[in-house]
């Protein structure tokens, strides 16, 4: 699925400018292109919060020019917890690495005898040509019992969808009732979310 933001080019227009007029500043790039850009704030979010990293932007350009494009990173104000600049990757013929979201299908086993269901991974990384990236991954829990686990070497990928992360990463697992208060516990401990959602191709603020 592809979604579409118009974007428009920065000709010396201060971040901080833009920022208070309610634009968010931005770059695109690949190994061709790198070009400041800036987007409207409001339809960014709009925009982000169903294409996420996971489908493509399509950027409109006022040269007519319509680029597909993958967010690579949003970084954020600290304080205000809202995007103060975002990379996009252009895309071209060429394969690339990006997280495509996994949809878990079926009742465990394990989960009719008592045990609770860890979707560990919510995506997982991939190779792909942009031709072939998938809406998501399915994934069949259902012959899982208490105690066992879905690792990445396990999923069944599409047809030009290579795996970009350890095969041995866990996916999923059923886990016995006594060990999800563990579980959550040990999650609750985990650092916080980092304020760059996906690490990406820097800009110095000028």
């Not at 833009?18 to 790198?34: D, E, F, I, S």
């Not at 690495?97 to 465990?108: I, W």
Request: hydrophobic residues 40%; without cysteine.
């Amino acid at each position: 699925m592809e979604y579409y933001l118009k974007a428009y080019y920065r000709e010396g227009e201060k971040p901080n400018a833009l920022r208070q007029a309610g634009k968010l500043p931005a770059v695109m790039y690949n190994k061709h292109v790198n070009r400041k850009i800036y987007v409207d704030l409001a339809e960014f979010d709009k925009v982000f919060r169903q294409a996420s990293i996971h489908h493509v932007i399509v950027l409109e350009l006022p040269d007519g020019q319509k680029l597909p494009t993958l967010v690579r990173q949003v970084s954020l104000n600290k304080r205000k917890r809202r995007p103060e600049h975002v990379d996009f990757f252009v895309l071209s013929d060429e394969p690339v690495e990006m997280y495509v979201p996994l949809r878990f299908v079926g009742t465990p086993q394990g989960v009719r005898e008592g045990g609770v269901l860890q979707e560990i991974h919510r995506d997982i990384l991939v190779r792909v040509s942009p031709r072939n990236i998938p809406e998501f991954i399915e994934v069949d829990v259902s012959g899982l019992g208490i105690g066992d686990s879905l690792h990445a070497s396990d999923l069944k990928l599409p047809e030009g969808v290579k795996l970009a992360m350890p095969p041995e990463e866990t996916i999923a697992a059923v886990v016995p009732p006594e060990d999800v208060e563990r579980l959550a516990a040990e999650a609750a401990e985990a650092p916080a979310e980092p304020e760059v959602i996906k690490k990406g191709k820097e800009e110095k603020e000028e």
